[in-house]
């Protein structure tokens, strides 16, 4: 018996999809028990829950060390720009503010009970002592230095960023962060349902990757963009980041260090200014400023 061209086309068109719909049903099968394809919006109640258990485990103030201002990248020293903060300890009254805002403008997933009860938030700003606490971006930066695949990365603009997919985990970074405030996403957010999207220019960060603050820098890239198209060059004015914008009291200044009219500069001037003591020797660009005594 012989089979046309056309018959033969559609049975083996037949045959295959029954085998696709097959291994569809197989990986279904094989999904993990939590999975939830929904991703459930958290509450602002359950965010500050979880950055007041955050709190608590840090009752305690860094050991603060007088240093000097910021100035060039010491990885970029014809630089014109180098982005930093400071935060001003005699304004801030630890309101959490900033903690929250970060959370919701980085997509900063809620933990799962289980992930709760080991203390492993995935907060980039985390509040210790009721002062806020994050990368302090280092010019000379220990994480950068053990990253195997240069995933923990100095950027031109002089911050430390993250190349998320040159990351495999490692946590060399993570453990060579002297305020080991990095953080490594032991499970999927997607699978638990944690996964929601406050800000869509924030992508969710896959599982067995670290995490930490990127000075929000979608924003630095949409500012350089508009500039860009207007025949300019980006020097750090015109945006900030999302803690300090959200600061009732205005504690937290962003700007660049290497513009001397810059609001970031000029709020140092008179200032004491200071680093927690693990990092001060790395030429921090995240600063804390005290009234002189």
């Not at 990253?147 to 430390?160: E, I, M, N, Q, R």
């Not at 260090?257 to 680093?275: H, I, K, N």
Request: with cysteine; glycine share 6%.
């Amino acid at each position: 018996m012989k089979i046309s061209r056309a018959s033969f086309l559609k049975m083996l068109s037949l045959a295959f999809a029954f085998v696709s719909l097959a291994g569809c049903r197989r990986t279904a099968k094989n999904l993990p028990s939590n999975f939830h394809p929904k991703q459930n919006k958290p509450s602002l109640k359950q965010m500050e829950k979880e950055i007041e258990a955050v709190r608590k485990k840090f009752p305690k103030s860094e050991e603060w060390v007088e240093i000097s201002r910021p100035g060039k990248h010491p990885r970029f020293p014809n630089a014109d720009v180098r982005l930093g903060m400071a935060i001003d300890l005699d304004r801030c009254d630890g309101c959490g503010e900033c903690a929250l805002a970060c959370m919701r403008e980085n997509n900063v997933p809620c933990v799962n009970p289980q992930e709760a009860e080991k203390g492993r938030y995935m907060h980039w700003l985390e509040l210790r002592g009721n002062v806020p606490v994050m990368c302090a971006h280092c010019g000379d930066a220990p994480c950068e230095k053990v990253c195997p695949t240069g995933a923990a990365v100095a950027s031109p603009d002089g911050f430390s960023a993250m190349v998320y997919p040159r990351c495999i985990g490692t946590r060399f970074c993570g453990a060579n962060c002297p305020l080991h405030i990095r953080k490594f996403n032991y499970t999927s957010a997607e699978e638990n349902g944690l996964a929601y999207k406050f800000n869509p220019e924030v992508p969710i960060r896959p599982q067995g990757v670290m995490e930490k603050c990127s000075l929000c820098i979608q924003r630095m890239q949409d500012a350089r963009i508009r500039e860009k198209t207007l025949g300019d060059e980006w020097l750090g004015k015109g945006v900030s980041t999302a803690c300090a914008e959200a600061c009732p009291k205005r504690a937290i200044v962003f700007g660049n260090w290497l513009d001397p009219d810059s609001d970031l500069v000029r709020c140092t001037q008179g200032r004491g200014v200071f680093a927690p003591a693990s990092v001060a020797r790395f030429f921090p660009a995240v600063v804390y400023l005290r009234d002189k005594v």
